[in-house]
Protein backbone atom coordinates (compact mmCIF):
# COMPACT_ATOMS: atom_id res chain seq x y z
CA UNK A 1 0.00 0.00 0.00
CA UNK A 2 2.55 2.60 0.95
CA UNK A 3 4.22 1.78 -2.68
CA UNK A 4 1.18 3.06 -4.32
CA UNK A 5 0.56 5.84 -2.00
CA UNK A 6 4.35 6.99 -2.95
CA UNK A 7 3.10 5.98 -6.96
CA UNK A 8 0.31 8.50 -6.21
CA UNK A 9 2.11 11.38 -4.93
CA UNK A 10 4.86 11.04 -7.47
CA UNK A 11 2.32 11.26 -10.38
CA UNK A 12 0.11 14.20 -8.38
CA UNK A 13 3.49 16.07 -8.28
CA UNK A 14 4.30 15.64 -12.15
CA UNK A 15 0.62 16.98 -12.86
CA UNK A 16 1.29 19.75 -10.59
CA UNK A 17 4.75 20.38 -12.21
CA UNK A 18 2.90 20.07 -16.11
CA UNK A 19 0.33 22.59 -14.52
CA UNK A 20 2.59 24.85 -13.32
CA UNK A 21 4.70 24.81 -16.34
CA UNK A 22 1.61 25.63 -18.54
CA UNK A 23 0.75 28.17 -16.01
CA UNK A 24 3.91 29.61 -16.32
CA UNK A 25 4.30 29.75 -19.90
CA UNK A 26 0.85 31.10 -20.40
CA UNK A 27 0.35 29.69 -23.97
CA UNK A 28 -3.01 31.74 -24.37
CA UNK A 29 -3.56 33.61 -27.99
CA UNK A 30 -3.18 37.23 -27.92
CA UNK A 31 -4.72 40.19 -29.42
CA UNK A 32 -1.77 41.63 -31.24
CA UNK A 33 -3.92 44.88 -33.30
CA UNK A 34 -1.99 43.66 -36.70
CA UNK A 35 -4.11 44.20 -39.40
CA UNK A 36 -4.29 41.95 -42.77
CA UNK A 37 -5.71 41.82 -46.00
CA UNK A 38 -4.82 38.11 -46.91
CA UNK A 39 -8.07 35.78 -48.52
CA UNK A 40 -9.08 33.12 -45.52
CA UNK A 41 -11.50 30.68 -46.57
CA UNK A 42 -13.48 29.78 -43.44
CA UNK A 43 -15.22 26.30 -43.25
CA UNK A 44 -17.89 25.48 -41.01
CA UNK A 45 -18.25 22.38 -39.84
CA UNK A 46 -22.65 21.42 -39.23
CA UNK A 47 -23.44 18.34 -38.58
CA UNK A 48 -26.80 18.68 -39.94
CA UNK A 49 -28.30 21.70 -40.92
CA UNK A 50 -26.70 25.17 -42.26
CA UNK A 51 -28.63 26.72 -38.98
CA UNK A 52 -26.39 25.24 -36.12
CA UNK A 53 -23.99 27.78 -37.20
CA UNK A 54 -26.66 30.64 -37.21
CA UNK A 55 -24.82 32.30 -34.01
CA UNK A 56 -21.16 31.96 -35.46
CA UNK A 57 -22.17 33.22 -38.60
CA UNK A 58 -23.28 36.11 -36.57
CA UNK A 59 -20.02 36.64 -34.94
CA UNK A 60 -18.07 36.59 -38.59
CA UNK A 61 -20.69 39.17 -39.87
CA UNK A 62 -19.49 41.60 -36.55
CA UNK A 63 -15.58 41.08 -37.84
CA UNK A 64 -13.68 44.06 -38.78
CA UNK A 65 -11.53 41.27 -41.19
CA UNK A 66 -13.93 41.20 -44.63
CA UNK A 67 -11.56 39.59 -46.78
CA UNK A 68 -13.23 35.99 -46.05
CA UNK A 69 -14.67 33.35 -47.95
CA UNK A 70 -17.57 31.18 -45.92
CA UNK A 71 -18.20 27.60 -46.71
CA UNK A 72 -20.73 25.35 -44.79
CA UNK A 73 -19.07 21.99 -44.84
CA UNK A 74 -20.94 18.94 -43.33
CA UNK A 75 -19.92 15.86 -40.45
CA UNK A 76 -19.38 14.06 -43.35
CA UNK A 77 -16.63 15.44 -45.28
CA UNK A 78 -13.96 16.57 -42.81
CA UNK A 79 -11.39 19.01 -43.83
CA UNK A 80 -12.04 18.50 -47.54
CA UNK A 81 -11.18 22.52 -49.37
CA UNK A 82 -11.97 21.38 -52.74
CA UNK A 83 -14.51 24.92 -52.93
CA UNK A 84 -11.85 26.75 -50.80
CA UNK A 85 -9.50 29.17 -52.62
CA UNK A 86 -7.91 31.47 -50.22
CA UNK A 87 -4.49 32.01 -48.67
CA UNK A 88 -5.37 30.76 -44.97
CA UNK A 89 -7.94 27.79 -44.11
CA UNK A 90 -10.02 28.24 -40.93
CA UNK A 91 -12.03 25.34 -39.94
CA UNK A 92 -14.67 25.90 -36.95
CA UNK A 93 -17.11 23.99 -35.66
CA UNK A 94 -20.79 25.50 -35.91
CA UNK A 95 -20.65 25.51 -31.70
CA UNK A 96 -17.84 28.54 -31.14
CA UNK A 97 -18.14 32.37 -31.45
CA UNK A 98 -15.62 34.50 -32.86
CA UNK A 99 -14.07 38.22 -31.55
CA UNK A 100 -13.23 40.92 -33.22
CA UNK A 101 -9.72 40.59 -33.73
CA UNK A 102 -9.52 36.78 -33.76
CA UNK A 103 -8.60 36.03 -37.73
CA UNK A 104 -6.13 39.11 -37.91
CA UNK A 105 -4.27 37.61 -34.67
CA UNK A 106 -4.54 34.57 -36.41
CA UNK A 107 -2.81 35.30 -39.86
CA UNK A 108 0.42 37.59 -37.69
CA UNK A 109 0.95 34.31 -35.47
CA UNK A 110 1.41 32.48 -38.48
CA UNK A 111 3.46 34.75 -39.88
CA UNK A 112 5.26 35.81 -37.39
CA UNK A 113 6.38 31.89 -36.48
CA UNK A 114 6.00 30.25 -39.92
CA UNK A 115 3.60 28.16 -38.56
CA UNK A 116 2.04 25.77 -41.18
CA UNK A 117 -0.82 24.68 -38.20
CA UNK A 118 -2.02 27.12 -35.29
CA UNK A 119 -5.03 25.15 -33.15
CA UNK A 120 -6.51 27.46 -30.62
CA UNK A 121 -8.89 25.94 -27.85
CA UNK A 122 -12.00 27.74 -27.62
CA UNK A 123 -12.87 29.22 -23.98
CA UNK A 124 -15.63 27.62 -22.48
CA UNK A 125 -19.29 28.96 -21.59
CA UNK A 126 -20.78 26.77 -19.56
CA UNK A 127 -24.87 27.06 -18.64
CA UNK A 128 -26.36 25.30 -15.51
CA UNK A 129 -25.17 23.22 -12.97
CA UNK A 130 -24.41 20.16 -14.52
CA UNK A 131 -22.57 21.43 -17.36
CA UNK A 132 -20.10 23.04 -14.65
CA UNK A 133 -19.91 19.08 -13.58
CA UNK A 134 -18.77 18.11 -16.61
CA UNK A 135 -17.44 20.54 -19.23
CA UNK A 136 -14.62 21.49 -17.41
CA UNK A 137 -12.81 18.41 -17.23
CA UNK A 138 -11.65 19.32 -20.89
CA UNK A 139 -9.25 21.60 -19.95
CA UNK A 140 -8.42 20.34 -16.42
CA UNK A 141 -7.28 16.68 -17.79
CA UNK A 142 -5.49 19.08 -20.77
CA UNK A 143 -3.59 21.33 -18.74
CA UNK A 144 -2.27 19.16 -16.39
CA UNK A 145 -1.47 16.04 -18.62
CA UNK A 146 0.02 17.95 -21.65
CA UNK A 147 2.37 21.08 -21.57
CA UNK A 148 1.01 22.98 -24.63
CA UNK A 149 4.39 25.10 -24.97
CA UNK A 150 6.16 21.74 -26.47
CA UNK A 151 4.02 21.48 -29.49
CA UNK A 152 5.50 24.39 -31.22
CA UNK A 153 9.12 24.27 -29.25
CA UNK A 154 9.88 20.44 -30.08
CA UNK A 155 9.36 19.19 -33.18
CA UNK A 156 8.74 15.52 -32.83
CA UNK A 157 5.50 13.95 -33.08
CA UNK A 158 5.46 12.99 -29.52
CA UNK A 159 4.29 15.98 -28.49
CA UNK A 160 1.27 16.65 -30.81
CA UNK A 161 -2.15 17.84 -29.51
CA UNK A 162 -4.99 20.06 -31.16
CA UNK A 163 -8.67 21.33 -31.01
CA UNK A 164 -10.84 20.19 -33.87
CA UNK A 165 -12.66 23.57 -33.12
CA UNK A 166 -10.55 25.81 -34.06
CA UNK A 167 -7.59 24.77 -36.89
CA UNK A 168 -5.94 27.36 -39.43
CA UNK A 169 -3.80 26.02 -42.05
CA UNK A 170 -1.22 28.10 -44.34
CA UNK A 171 -3.07 26.89 -47.25
CA UNK A 172 -0.21 26.83 -49.73
CA UNK A 173 1.58 24.28 -47.60
CA UNK A 174 -2.27 22.52 -46.72
CA UNK A 175 -2.40 21.93 -50.58
CA UNK A 176 0.56 20.76 -51.13
CA UNK A 177 0.60 17.66 -48.35
CA UNK A 178 -2.94 17.21 -49.31
CA UNK A 179 -3.51 16.78 -45.09
CA UNK A 180 -7.25 16.14 -46.05
CA UNK A 181 -6.74 13.04 -47.93
CA UNK A 182 -4.49 11.36 -45.36
CA UNK A 183 -6.65 11.65 -42.11
CA UNK A 184 -7.39 8.51 -41.55
CA UNK A 185 -8.70 7.24 -37.74
CA UNK A 186 -12.28 9.79 -37.03
CA UNK A 187 -11.86 10.17 -33.33
CA UNK A 188 -8.71 12.01 -33.81
CA UNK A 189 -7.84 13.49 -36.61
CA UNK A 190 -6.60 16.67 -35.58
CA UNK A 191 -4.02 14.80 -33.44
CA UNK A 192 -3.23 13.21 -36.76
CA UNK A 193 -2.61 16.02 -38.95
CA UNK A 194 -0.07 17.89 -36.17
CA UNK A 195 1.68 14.62 -36.38
CA UNK A 196 2.04 14.75 -39.97
CA UNK A 197 2.81 18.59 -39.81
CA UNK A 198 5.84 17.75 -37.66
CA UNK A 199 6.58 14.78 -39.75
CA UNK A 200 7.43 16.92 -42.23
CA UNK A 201 9.65 19.48 -40.64
CA UNK A 202 6.95 22.05 -39.97
CA UNK A 203 5.65 23.90 -37.45
CA UNK A 204 2.45 23.69 -35.46
CA UNK A 205 1.00 25.07 -32.63
CA UNK A 206 -1.79 24.95 -29.77
CA UNK A 207 -2.95 27.87 -27.96
CA UNK A 208 -5.87 28.27 -25.43
CA UNK A 209 -8.73 31.23 -26.80
CA UNK A 210 -8.05 33.54 -23.85
CA UNK A 211 -11.94 34.84 -25.04
CA UNK A 212 -11.05 35.40 -28.53
CA UNK A 213 -12.65 32.40 -29.86
CA UNK A 214 -15.40 30.46 -27.28
CA UNK A 215 -17.96 28.12 -27.32
CA UNK A 216 -21.75 29.58 -27.15
CA UNK A 217 -23.39 29.04 -23.92
CA UNK A 218 -23.73 25.39 -23.23
CA UNK A 219 -26.40 23.40 -21.45
CA UNK A 220 -25.57 19.92 -20.38
CA UNK A 221 -27.81 17.75 -23.05
CA UNK A 222 -27.88 13.87 -23.47
CA UNK A 223 -26.24 14.18 -26.84
CA UNK A 224 -23.48 16.27 -25.08
CA UNK A 225 -22.06 12.98 -23.44
CA UNK A 226 -20.43 12.26 -26.85
CA UNK A 227 -17.21 14.43 -25.35
CA UNK A 228 -15.91 11.85 -23.74
CA UNK A 229 -14.62 10.68 -26.74
CA UNK A 230 -12.46 13.93 -26.34
CA UNK A 231 -11.35 13.24 -23.45
CA UNK A 232 -10.09 9.78 -24.82
CA UNK A 233 -7.91 11.73 -26.96
CA UNK A 234 -6.12 13.19 -23.83
CA UNK A 235 -4.90 9.24 -23.57
CA UNK A 236 -3.88 8.87 -27.19
CA UNK A 237 -7.10 7.00 -27.14
CA UNK A 238 -5.59 4.25 -25.01
CA UNK A 239 -7.80 2.04 -22.42
CA UNK A 240 -4.90 0.90 -20.35
CA UNK A 241 -3.61 4.74 -20.30
CA UNK A 242 -7.37 6.07 -19.21
CA UNK A 243 -7.62 3.50 -16.65
CA UNK A 244 -4.36 4.15 -14.70
CA UNK A 245 -5.22 7.60 -15.07
CA UNK A 246 -8.27 6.57 -12.74
CA UNK A 247 -6.44 4.65 -10.57
CA UNK A 248 -3.94 7.45 -9.82
CA UNK A 249 -6.29 10.57 -10.09
CA UNK A 250 -9.30 9.40 -8.41
CA UNK A 251 -8.46 6.40 -6.37
CA UNK A 252 -5.00 7.34 -4.89
CA UNK A 253 -6.33 10.37 -3.12
CA UNK A 254 -9.52 8.16 -1.73
CA UNK A 255 -7.20 5.43 -0.24
CA UNK A 256 -4.63 8.63 0.68
CA UNK A 257 -7.64 10.61 2.89
CA UNK A 258 -8.21 6.56 4.53
CA UNK A 259 -4.80 5.60 5.44
CA UNK A 260 -2.85 9.28 6.18
CA UNK A 261 -2.88 11.38 9.07
CA UNK A 262 -4.56 14.23 8.26
CA UNK A 263 -1.57 16.31 8.52
CA UNK A 264 0.03 14.36 5.84
CA UNK A 265 -2.37 15.45 3.40
CA UNK A 266 -1.61 19.14 3.26
CA UNK A 267 0.48 18.25 0.51
CA UNK A 268 -1.20 16.24 -2.07
CA UNK A 269 -4.26 18.39 -1.21
CA UNK A 270 -2.81 21.41 -1.60
CA UNK A 271 -0.78 20.40 -4.94
CA UNK A 272 -4.47 19.70 -6.02
CA UNK A 273 -6.34 22.91 -4.92
CA UNK A 274 -3.17 25.03 -6.97
CA UNK A 275 -3.46 22.82 -9.71
CA UNK A 276 -7.57 23.48 -10.34
CA UNK A 277 -6.66 27.60 -9.34
CA UNK A 278 -4.14 27.63 -11.84
CA UNK A 279 -5.85 25.41 -15.07
CA UNK A 280 -8.86 28.00 -14.25
CA UNK A 281 -7.01 31.13 -14.93
CA UNK A 282 -5.27 29.38 -17.92
CA UNK A 283 -9.11 28.93 -19.48
CA UNK A 284 -10.74 31.72 -18.11
CA UNK A 285 -12.91 30.02 -15.97
CA UNK A 286 -13.71 31.09 -12.30
CA UNK A 287 -11.49 29.08 -9.95
CA UNK A 288 -14.16 29.13 -7.07
CA UNK A 289 -16.82 26.56 -9.07
CA UNK A 290 -14.42 24.24 -10.03
CA UNK A 291 -12.49 24.27 -6.47
CA UNK A 292 -16.05 23.52 -5.03
CA UNK A 293 -17.35 21.03 -7.84
CA UNK A 294 -13.75 19.25 -7.52
CA UNK A 295 -15.04 16.18 -6.01
CA UNK A 296 -18.62 16.09 -8.52
CA UNK A 297 -16.19 16.47 -11.84
CA UNK A 298 -13.83 13.84 -10.58
CA UNK A 299 -17.27 11.50 -10.62
CA UNK A 300 -18.41 12.42 -13.63
CA UNK A 301 -14.66 12.16 -15.16
CA UNK A 302 -15.06 8.25 -13.94
CA UNK A 303 -18.43 8.20 -14.96
CA UNK A 304 -17.18 9.41 -18.50
CA UNK A 305 -14.14 7.62 -18.89
CA UNK A 306 -15.46 4.02 -17.43
CA UNK A 307 -18.78 4.45 -19.73
CA UNK A 308 -16.49 5.47 -22.84
CA UNK A 309 -14.31 2.41 -22.00
CA UNK A 310 -17.51 -0.09 -21.62
CA UNK A 311 -19.15 1.30 -25.41
CA UNK A 312 -15.39 0.33 -27.35
CA UNK A 313 -15.71 -2.99 -25.38
CA UNK A 314 -19.72 -3.68 -26.11
CA UNK A 315 -19.30 -2.45 -29.37
CA UNK A 316 -16.22 -4.42 -29.99
CA UNK A 317 -18.38 -7.90 -28.91
CA UNK A 318 -20.52 -7.02 -30.87
CA UNK A 319 -18.92 -7.00 -33.94
CA UNK A 320 -17.54 -10.07 -33.28
CA UNK A 321 -20.88 -11.77 -32.98
Not at 51 to 66: C, H, P, V
Not at 266 to 275: A, E, K, N, Y
Request: net charge positive; aromatic share 12%.
Amino acid sequence: MIIFIYTVLVFLVLRFSVTLFNFLSNPKMGNYGRKFTDLVSLIIKVEKEKSEADELLASIAAQDYKHLQIIIQYGATPFSVKEATGDYFLFLTADTLLKNGFIHSLIYRTKIFNLALLSVIPTQRNRGFLANCVYPLTDFVLLNLFPLRLVRLINHPVFATANESCLFFDASLYRRFKWDERVKRRASRAVEIVKMVKQEGLKADVLLGNRLIYFGARQLEPGSLAFSRGLMLNFSNNVLVAVFYLIFVIAGPIIMSIELEPAFLVLPFGLIFLSRVMTSFLSAQHPVPNILLHPLQMLALVWLLLSNIWNRLFSGLSDKK
